[in-house]
């Protein structure tokens, strides 16, 4: 509820065109079983891998039953809906807050966040600057750079400019091994590990198969960390968590297929370390001006360069064996708590912006 006490209206916002649709539709199941139905009305909307906005049935008619009443992952289907009459204020008498679970492009990209500012209605997560320059991992390793902030050698290529100059430019500047990625894209969907320029040329055509930029970083021998932020300019950081994955990199199969990898939380690290770490979670959401919500990844080089930061994410999944509700549950923030501050804070944060940028 709101200040007021009045009830929230708070769409749930899945699906979506990217590779990344069914981590999404797990997300909103796991986001509407946790919240208190007595403090929202919780409307369950959909987008489908063609890019129509759908309210979901399945979800609503599960809703009614009762949070035992849900699936695991809810289904981008039902009526066609205009996407802005379904979040305008306007369409309801109480405060209306969106939740974007929507990872990846067109989604998690700051396209849905223009969107929402277009309609004028809060919404949990960074704004549009912010979701841009996360989503895109050769932009943020520019900005994290100026700021400053310690990262692990890379290199970015269009894909026009990706071809045999390229592979012979990271095979002189990085060598092997390197990590092969979409430039816009998470969830470890489309990155490869490569040993040779053989390998290096197939993951580039799968890299480029998903985005026209690739990233293309160096084979770095490190322990995986990560911390959670939460806050808007008051941001703080959860204890951090540590990734042993049970492959030979943490793939999208050890995230949400088999779960195979474990989970260390707290992170068995020295407590200066743990300091630092959430020390540079904070500064890296600054420099990206992140608010709201937000993973950040590093690997650590204990007897090397230290910690390195990875990359931010702005949605974060937020299902069973998901990172992000898991280090803020080990720092005193169970889920459904979580999803309350986080609604609360898309309240303050759109307020605040209304000062901003109006007509007068």
């Known amino acids: 509820m709101t200040d007021s006490g009045a009830r929230i209206r708070l769409v749930v916002l899945f699906g979506g065109v990217s590779a990344e649709h069914e981590v999404s539709c797990e997300s909103a199941a796991n986001v509407l079983a946790a919240v208190d139905p007595e403090r929202y009305d919780l409307v369950p909307v959909g987008v489908t891998r063609e890019g129509q906005w759908v309210l979901s049935e399945s979800a609503a008619k599960a809703l009614a039953g009762g949070p035992a009443a849900l699936p695991a992952s809810l289904t981008a289907e039902g009526p066609a809906l205009d996407p802005l009459p379904t979040v305008l204020p306007q369409a309801v008498g109480d405060q209306v807050v969106v939740l974007p679970l929507i990872h990846g492009p067109l ?26 320059l996360c989503m895109d991992k050769a932009m943020a390793k520019v900005v994290c750079a100026a700021a400053g902030l310690p990262q692990a050698r890379h290199l970015a290529a269009r894909d026009l400019d990706s071809g045999p100059a390229f592979v012979d430019r990271v095979e002189a500047e990085l060598g092997f091994p390197v990590f092969v990625k979409p430039a816009n ?20 055509d799968l890299a480029r198969s998903y985005d026209e930029w690739v990233v293309v970083e160096e084979g770095v021998v490190a322990r995986e960390i990560e911390v959670a932020v939460l806050g808007n300019t008051d941001r703080r950081a959860s204890v951090p968590g540590e990734i042993v994955p049970s492959r030979e990199f943490y793939d999208y199969e050890d995230k949400y297929v088999d779960g195979a990898a474990e989970l260390l939380i707290p992170a068995p690290l020295a407590p200066e370390v743990t300091e630092e770490v959430r020390r540079l979670a904070l500064r890296a959401c600054e420099a990206l001006r992140v608010d709201g919500l937000a993973r950040v990844d590093f690997f650590y080089e204990e007897d090397g360069r230290g910690l390195l930061v990875n990359e931010v994410n702005t949605l974060p999944g937020f299902t069973p064996i998901s990172m992000y509700p898991a280090l803020w549950a080990a720092s005193g923030v169970p889920y459904g708590e979580l999803v309350d501050e986080l609604v609360r804070l898309a309240v303050e944060r759109h307020a605040h912006r209304s000062g901003h940028g109006r007509a007068r």
């Open 107 to 132: 989604g998690e990209d700051g396209t849905v966040q223009g969107l929402l500012e277009l309609a004028d209605v809060a919404y949990v997560g960074a704004g549009v600057l912010g979701s841009a």
């Open 185 to 204: 894209l998470g969830s470890s969907v489309g990155i490869s590990k490569a040993h040779d320029p053989d390998e290096l040329r197939a993951a580039l």
